[in-house]
Each structure stands twice: as C-alpha cells, then as structure tokens.
C-alpha cells in the first residue's frame, strides 16, 4: 500500500501507471524528464494519476528528442563538405557585391573547449548554435573578448589570411586582462585556416570586392553564480562573406561627437576588443543614426577633450602631408590602423605619421578625416559636428591613394612587402598540423 492511499483498490489502480518508469533512461534523468522519484508528497489517487500522465508525456518528449539526435547529421572533421566543393571558391554562388555587413550561414565553424586547465584539440560545428549554461559568465558578467579578421582571393588565385599574427597577439591582451586562459597564437592561427579552408565555397571570388569575415572569439561558460573567472571556456572561429560595412563604401559620411556617452572609462577595459565596449555603443549610434548621423565619435572620459575613436574604427586626420591618429590608453589599437600608418610611412607615400594625443578643437585643422578598421577598411569623413560647431572636409584625395593602395595589397594586386598576407592552406594541410 502506497503512502497517503485509502485501500488496495487505490494501488490496483495506479500501479498499471508505473510501467512508464522502466522507459527512463540516461538521457531523461539527466535532463530532468523522469519522474520524481520520492511519491509519498501526493497523498491522493487523482494526484498520483497526474503525476504519471505528466511523467508519460515527459518520456515521450524524451523519446522524441532521442529520436531527432540520432538522425542529426553526426559531427565531423570538415574533410568533408556540407554543402559545397571545398576547393571552389565562389562556389556558394551569392550576390556577392550586394552582400553588405550581414550574418550569412557557412559551412560551420571551428570550436575549441578549455576544461581542466588546458585546451582540446577542437571541433567543427557544422550549425551556427552552441549549448550553454544558464550562468555562464559570458552571459552574467561580459567574460569575453573577441577579434575580427579577413581572407581574400587573390589576383593569383590564392586565399591570404590578413595580418592574422596581429590578431592572435591582440587577443592574447585581452585574454590576460579579462582573467581567461590565452589562446596560444599558433591555436589561433591554425582554428582560423581551419575555417577558411572549410568555408572556401562562401569566399567572394576576386573582383567582386568582398571578402570572407573571421569572427574569434573567447568567452566562459559553465556554472558560475559568483563574480569570479568561469569554469570552462569556449575558442571559436566563425566565417562569413561580406562586402562594405556603410552602403557606400569609401563614400564620405557625415559624423557625430558624443558628448552624453562614453565608449570607455578610464583605466577601464577600451583597450582590448571586450564585448561590453560594443555593446554601450548600441543605443548612442541608434540616435544617432535617427539624426542622419551613420556614426558616433567618442572623446577621452575623464576630460571630455581629446579626441578617442568611431563607434567601429579609429580616427584618421591628415593635414600638410601628416597622418595623424590618436594616442590613448583607453583606445582600441586598430590593426588596420598600425598597417596604413606603415604603408604612409613608406616609400610609396612618404608622408610623416603622429600617435599622439588628439585635441577636439584639432578637428577643424584637418584637410581630411577617415575612419579605419578591419570591417569598414577605411570610410571617408564629410563633416563632423561638434555640438554647435559643423567641421567640414571637401576632401578625400589622400585618403582614397591609401585605400587603393592598401586595396591593392590585400589582393595581391601590388607587392606585399610588409609581409602581412600569409596563403591560406589547403584544408588537408590543416587537419594535418
């Protein structure tokens, strides 16, 4: 006799209910689909048959979702292509010049998981979701930096992973600065060939402009309630075509200075790629943008005086054959940025370069003003409005040379002396590393 029952009859009764029980599994207890196991709180028949019809349902679900793992596609070593030729670049066939800055599912991407002190030898993730716990730092406390990065198909038929060495170091800063475990350069490196060579069918074939977007990124998971570095983390490399992050181009836009927002607080964390920097900047470009103003640029937090960076990309100002960017320790350093200021350097232009702070009242001495990053490349700067003051540019002659020179370099068009593109190899050179 069950505890809380009036009679036998009422144990005849629930008993034909019990059979379910034996069709739990691993899977159901684990994922908290078995039924209770201590019964003796319901003290009634009609509780009892609701608690089983529930448990029932429960399994069924369980059964249901058994079912759709085991026919899901099983995860494997990208030698195989999902959907496309690995070694047809182009071969997914897109509007290439009309991609824009857009999410576009690939192939997949490449994962690896640091646990017990030390990193996997990563994984391919063929679908673009990953399964994490509720409390996950990543998710509570903002534990994670990430980096962007490039490949393109070249003149010569070859696909270059651009300046990748600059990114790898980069998030080694970032890694030690947000308490997570660094991501060896040499991991990096070869976890962004890996999803190039996987995804070369979504690569814009050359002439079109575009290029294949790396996204790398670090973040913790696990359970975590207090405020303390995760448990375990997550190294992932994703990849998607793009073309020009503004609609047109190197086309001059029109900007605007916050003076009611900050991108950074001093002795903060603008100095690595953290995701909550971008995430404050939301709301600031959204009105912004209402205004007809396609981006924001932020000054320095503590004195609302020297000049800082664009929502997305560095400051760039030119005047008298001097490029001139700003200097601060609250500054994202742009990798693109250190690029062009070596190629004004250079024989090829011989302009003098200034890293250096950057007075606002500065803005009206400039005869151009750019924008520079890995997703925008460069954008040209048409007028900058500085409270009641409107700064404006008539040109972009230096600017555009820059552009197509460094255009040209990233394409295999012109010699790459600085060494900054490196062949992406094939994907059995990879799996072979």
Known sequence: RLPGCKSDASVRRVAPLAAPERQFGTAERQFGTAPIAHMSVFPTRIRWRSVWAAARRRAAAARCLQTRRATAPARTFATTPPQHGLDDVGAASLDWPRLGFDFQKTNGFVKHTWVNGKWDDGEWEPEPFLKLHVMSAAIHYGQGVYEG?????CKDGSVRLWNIQANAHRMLEGCERMMMP?????MFIR?????????RAYIPPYGTGGALYLRPYIFGHGPQLGLSAAPQFHFCVLAMPVSSYYAGGLQPIDVLVAHDADRAAPQGVGH?????NYGSDIRVSIDARAEGYPTVLYLDPKEKRYIEEFS????????????????????LRSATNDMLMDLAASDAFGMKVER?????????????????GTAVVMMGVKSITNQNTVHRYESIERVEALYNHYRAIQFGEKPDPFGWGTVCPPLADVAAA
């Open 272 to 276: 690595v790629k953290a995701s909550g």
């Open 312 to 331: 997305v990309s560095n400051f760039i100002g030119i005047k008298d054959n001097t490029y001139v960017t700003p200097d601060s320790p609250t500054i």
């Open 191 to 199: 976890a962004c060939e890996w999803c190039v060579a996987a995804n």
């Open 182 to 186: 660094a991501v060896p350069p040499e």
């Open 149 to 153: 990065a490039k490949a393109h198909h």
């Open 356 to 372: 250096r702070p950057v007075d606002v009242a500065e803005l009206g001495d400039f005869r151009e003003v750019a924008g520079c």
